[in-house]
Structure formats: C-alpha cells, structure tokens
C-alpha cells in the first residue's frame, strides 16, 4: 500500500461519509495562508474526535494544541450550547487564527483558546479548580506527553476520555532503542497509563491523508 492510496480512500471517506463543511475548509484555508504548518487532523479524523465527544455526551472538552482551530471546530461541534471547549496553544500567532476560525464556525461561545505554555495553562487550570473535562485531546509538543497525561489525569473524572495524537509515528513506536524524544515520550506514557490502575487503554494505527501514525485512547476508570 502507498500513500497515494491512503489519500486517495481518506478523499473517497471525506466525499462519502465526513462532509466537511464551509466553516472546516475555510479554516484550513486561513491557516495556510497565515503561514501555519499542514499538520491539523485529517478530516476522518476530526470526525471521529467529533463522533467520540458525541458519543460520550462531552460537555466540557479541553485541548492541548490549537494550531488554526481545526480539531477544536471538529471537537467544539459535539458540545450542546452551554458547552466549553478549552484550546491551549503557545504561539500567539496560531491562537489568533485558531480564534478567528472558532469565531467562522460559530463556536465563539463556547470556545476559548488560551496562549501561553500549555504546562503553565494546565497547571493554572488546576489551581482554579476546574471542574473536569469529559475529552482531553492531547496534540502538542510531542515529548512533554507524559506530563500532559499527568495533567490530564487531575483534570478529568471517571468515565472522561483522554485521547493523544501522533502517537504511532510512522511505525517509529515499535523501536524500544528509539532516541527520538517524542517516540521515547509516548512508550513513557503508556507506561504510565499501563501502571495506573484507574486508567485503561489501547491505542489505533492509522493510514490516510497524513501518512501511518495513530492514537492513543485512555479512559478514566477512577480518580487518580
Ligand atoms: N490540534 C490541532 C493541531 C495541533 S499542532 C489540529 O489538529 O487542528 C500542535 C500545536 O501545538 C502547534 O500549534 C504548536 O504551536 C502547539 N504547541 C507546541 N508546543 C506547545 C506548548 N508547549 N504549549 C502549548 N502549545 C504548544
Ligand atoms: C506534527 C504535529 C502533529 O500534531 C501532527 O498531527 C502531525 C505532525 C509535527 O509537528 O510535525
Ligand atoms: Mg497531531
């Protein structure tokens, strides 16, 4: 199999099944012309994070890693009216175009997106006591993935979903030797979610628009 074909299904998949809308394509439009790198989700794929905060009832939904809104419209979409979504993002230059597109979609009510480093914005979150998020979409700097995880863990309940991209990394996880920091990273989260018994999880391999990665799906089973 190549990419040609992977691509070619994930257009087949937007045509037949996701329908990505005005609002969807004009975001990533916006975000290519104000110079941010092509690394949003697929379209399959910010369906299923909507079908997945759909399907989980989300009403509060926290992401680590703006980029131009992509993922956050796609997420923000399942939320009811009185929702929230929360997008950390450290570039002020992405927030800004991340705000905008939220704003094209309609989404400026109930979505927020935070610039600063998402470690201190996670901690802050936790300082004021935040109640807990039902979906914590986890797309930011590879490597600080353990800590994110650990973050997430303080800002969820039993029955949230956390959920990490970019996990498989071209079939880069399998590599135990690896020193890539972001492969290294990911193999030290599992470990983590695999030693804490309030957590379960699996992870889902990948192919499409965006090559052979995946995703990490940990669900809280019990308060850390
Ligand atoms: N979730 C987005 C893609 C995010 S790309 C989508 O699918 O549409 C990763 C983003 O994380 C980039 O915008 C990058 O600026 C941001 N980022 C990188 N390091 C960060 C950090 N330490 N804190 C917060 N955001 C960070
Ligand atoms: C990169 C980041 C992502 O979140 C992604 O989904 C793909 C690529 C990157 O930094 O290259
Ligand atoms: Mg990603």
Same mark, same amino acid.
């Given at each position: 199999?190549?990419?040609?074909?992977?691509?070619?299904?994930? +257009? %087949?998949?937007?045509?037949? &099944?996701?329908?990505?809308?005005? +609002?969807?394509?004009?975001? &990533?439009?916006?975000?290519?012309?104000?110079?941010?790198? +092509?690394?949003?989700?697929?379209?399959?794929?910010?369906? $299923?994070?909507? $079908?997945?905060?759909?399907?989980?009832?989300?009403?509060?939904?926290?992401?680590?890693?703006?980029?131009?809104?992509?993922?956050?419209?796609?997420?923000?979409?399942?939320?009811?009216? !009185?929702?929230?979504?929360?997008?950390? *993002?450290?570039?002020?230059?992405?927030?800004?175009?991340?705000?905008?597109?939220?704003?094209?979609?309609? &989404?400026?009510?109930?979505?927020?997106?935070?610039?600063?480093?998402? /470690?201190?914005?996670?901690? *802050?979150?936790?300082?004021?006591?935040?109640?807990?998020?039902?979906?914590?979409?986890? =797309?930011?700097?590879?490597?600080? #993935?353990?800590? %994110?995880? *650990?973050?997430?863990?303080?800002?969820?309940?039993?029955?949230?979903?956390?959920?990490?991209? #970019?996990?498989?990394?071209?079939?880069?996880? /399998? =590599?135990? =030797?690896?020193?890539?920091?972001?492969?290294?990273?990911?193999?030290?989260?599992?470990?983590?979610?695999?030693?804490?018994? @309030?957590? *379960?999880?699996?992870?889902?391999?990948?192919? @499409?628009?965006?090559? %052979? !990665?995946?995703?990490? &799906?940990?669900?809280?089973?019990?308060?850390?």
């Amino acid at each position: 199999m190549t990419q040609q074909q992977w691509s070619a299904v994930d +257009a %087949y998949l937007d045509e037949a &099944l996701v329908g990505e809308d005005a +609002a969807l394509t004009a975001a &990533l439009e916006t975000s290519a012309k104000a110079g941010l790198p +092509a690394i949003a989700v697929s379209p399959t794929q910010g369906k $299923l994070l909507h $079908l997945l905060a759909a399907s989980i009832g989300a009403r509060r939904i926290l992401e680590v890693g703006s980029l131009g809104g992509y993922s956050a419209i796609w997420m923000g979409r399942a939320l009811p009216a !009185d929702g929230r979504l929360v997008s950390l *993002e450290i570039s002020p230059a992405h927030a800004a175009v991340a705000r905008a597109n939220l704003h094209e979609a309609g &989404l400026e009510k109930v979505a927020e997106v935070r610039t600063g480093r998402a /470690a201190d914005s996670l901690a *802050e979150l936790v300082d004021d006591r935040a109640e807990p998020f039902d979906l914590v979409f986890i =797309d930011a700097d590879k490597p600080s #993935n353990p800590e %994110y995880l *650990e973050w997430a863990r303080k800002l969820t309940r039993p029955g949230s979903l956390i959920i990490v991209d #970019n996990v498989v990394r071209g079939g880069a996880l /399998a =590599d135990a =030797d690896s020193t890539d920091p972001a492969v290294v990273a990911v193999r030290r989260m599992h470990a983590m979610v695999a030693a804490d018994p @309030g957590l *379960e999880a699996t992870a889902v391999q990948t192919v @499409g628009s965006k090559g %052979y !990665d995946g995703f990490t &799906l940990i669900r809280v089973t019990a308060t850390a």
